[in-house]
């Protein structure tokens, strides 16, 4: 018998294998339902399993564009109820979130804010809390702390979030996602990248480490100053945009390249965005310009746009989410997803016993947990 990619991600999870063990006996979610709006790809699957081994009844949906389908189906044969198939349609992602806040969970993993947002047009009695995964759903639910006033502890405020998935796995992510997705070279070419947070700032490292000239753009002097010591040119948008072979958007804003770059853009540039929401590069706007004169849809998740003077731009994913599109999508690291789902599963159970109450709406991970999860790795990492 041939095991399954998800049964090697299970195997090399060891955090989430040692706190499955735990719940087994502790069962911290007994009698609950959680409620999950996540990526739905094998790191989730060794997640929510975990968190079922707990006692939790869960009830998932996935986000857009990366629901995998032989995630659902080992998902739905453990027991899972696992709502809608993958789709880049925004209203029937919608239409699925509605799906999962109906059986109304006491407890819900959230990923860029979908479900708590939505839960605020339709709530119920009985919400505990539950967790944010990503600064796109922080920055989202900030100003909704008044009417939520519940624990909600966002995962990516974590420094072991910050540096172990988005500033190191999201960077060798994204370059793994650009080769098997075009099998273009990376050598010489000239990569912009847009937005220096902790993701930006992965993605330039691992470009240059990959031989390419990186560019940073940020709207932040301070962080623009911090690209430059870094080693990376910083010139103006214009000119960053201009020189690009490649650009990469991972800033958690809206329309960061619109129809209105089209004059800048180089032939055979590639557009890919690596953030949380495909709203960074507006997709529509680019296929729907004046200038496009014709489309042709490649396999892979790949699309170019023929210009009317002859350029050719193309663009990954439709603006989606680049590192878990195209063909055999793995997205970030094991070992990094471990430790951010580690994070998630002492977070939820945190919640579940009352050990956060509602001021911590929308605030990091406690630092008793960051350090608990830390040690427990350094721990299986090098056992004494």
Known sequence: MVSTRIDWVREHCLLLRGIADEFGRTRPFDGLTIGTGIHLEAKTVALLLTLRDGGARLVSTGNLNTTQPDAVDRLRAEGVTVIGEPTKDSQVHAAYLGEVLAAEPDLILDNGGDLFATYLYRPYQGLLGGTEETT?????????????????????????????????????????????????????????????????????????????????????????????????????????????????????????????????????????????????????????????????????????????????????ARGHMFNLAGPRPLGNSIESMDLGFALQARCLEAVARGSVDAASCVVPVPGLIDADVARSYLDRKYPR
């Open 136 to 316: 796109s759903g922080r920055m989202r639910l900030e100003p909704l702390r008044d009417r939520l006033r519940r624990p909600i502890l966002v995962i990516n405020d974590s420094p072991i979030k910050q540096f172990a998935e988005n500033e190191h796995a999201v960077g060798q992510s994204a370059v793994e996602s650009f080769l098997r997705m075009t099998n273009r070279v990376t050598n010489g070419e000239q990569v912009t990248v847009f937005g220096y947070g902790a993701c930006g700032r992965g993605v330039a490292a691992n470009f240059r480490g990959a031989y390419a000239r990186v560019s940073v753009v940020d709207v932040d002097p301070v962080t623009r100053l911090r690209a430059h010591l870094d080693g990376f040119s910083t010139p103006s948008r214009d000119t960053a945009v201009a020189e690009a072979d490649l650009i990469i958007t991972v800033t958690g804003a809206r329309d960061v390249l619109t129809a209105a770059d089209l004059p800048l853009l180089r032939d055979g540039v590639i557009l890919a965005n690596a953030g949380h929401f495909p709203a960074e590069i507006d997709a529509a706007g680019l296929i729907g310009a004046a200038e496009v004169t014709s489309t042709r849809e490649y396999a892979d998740d790949l699309l170019t746009l023929e210009l009317g003077d002859g350029r050719r731009i193309h663009l990954l």
